[in-house]
C-alpha cells in the first residue's frame, strides 16, 4: 500500500508536467502567431515608392520661391554648381 501513494505522486506529476508542456507550446504558439501579424502589418504598411517624372542626375525645372527673409530665390541662380534641394512643409 506504501507504493500505491508514491505511483499516484508521480502519476500527477506526469500530469502536471504536460499541462505545463502543453501551456508553453500554446504560449508560444501564441507568440508566434503575434509576431507574424506584425510582420504581416509592417509589410502592408510600407510605403509605395514616390512617382518622378525626374531620374537621379536630370537637370531641375527652374523655378522662384521666396526664401526665409521672404526675398525671392531662382534655382537659376546656382546654375553650375551643385545643389541639393530641400522641401519641408512645416512651421518654422
Same mark, same amino acid.
Given at each position: 500500500?506504501? !507504493?500505491?501513494?508514491?505511483? $499516484?505522486? *508521480?502519476?500527477? #506529476?506526469?500530469i502536471l508536467g504536460a499541462l505545463v508542456t502543453k501551456a508553453r507550446k500554446?504560449? !508560444?504558439?501564441?507568440?508566434? $502567431?503575434? *509576431?507574424?501579424? #506584425?510582420?504581416?502589418?509592417?509589410?502592408?504598411?510600407?510605403?509605395?515608392?514616390?512617382?518622378?517624372?525626374?531620374?537621379?542626375?536630370?537637370?531641375?525645372?527652374?523655378?522662384?520661391?521666396?526664401?526665409?527673409?521672404?526675398?525671392?530665390?531662382?534655382?537659376?541662380?546656382?546654375?553650375?554648381?551643385?545643389?541639393?534641394?530641400?522641401?519641408?512643409?512645416?512651421?518654422?
Amino acid at each position: 500500500m506504501a !507504493l500505491y501513494p508514491s505511483l $499516484l505522486i *508521480i502519476k500527477i #506529476a506526469s500530469i502536471l508536467g504536460a499541462l505545463v508542456t502543453k501551456a508553453r507550446k500554446i504560449l !508560444l504558439t501564441i507568440i508566434v $502567431l503575434l *509576431i507574424a501579424a #506584425a510582420g504581416l502589418l509592417a509589410w502592408m504598411m510600407i510605403l509605395p515608392k514616390p512617382q518622378s517624372a525626374f531620374a537621379d542626375g536630370d537637370a531641375a525645372p527652374d523655378f522662384t520661391l521666396n526664401d526665409q527673409d521672404g526675398h525671392p530665390f531662382t534655382l537659376s541662380s546656382l546654375h553650375g554648381s551643385r545643389v541639393v534641394l530641400v522641401f519641408y512643409r512645416g512651421y518654422w
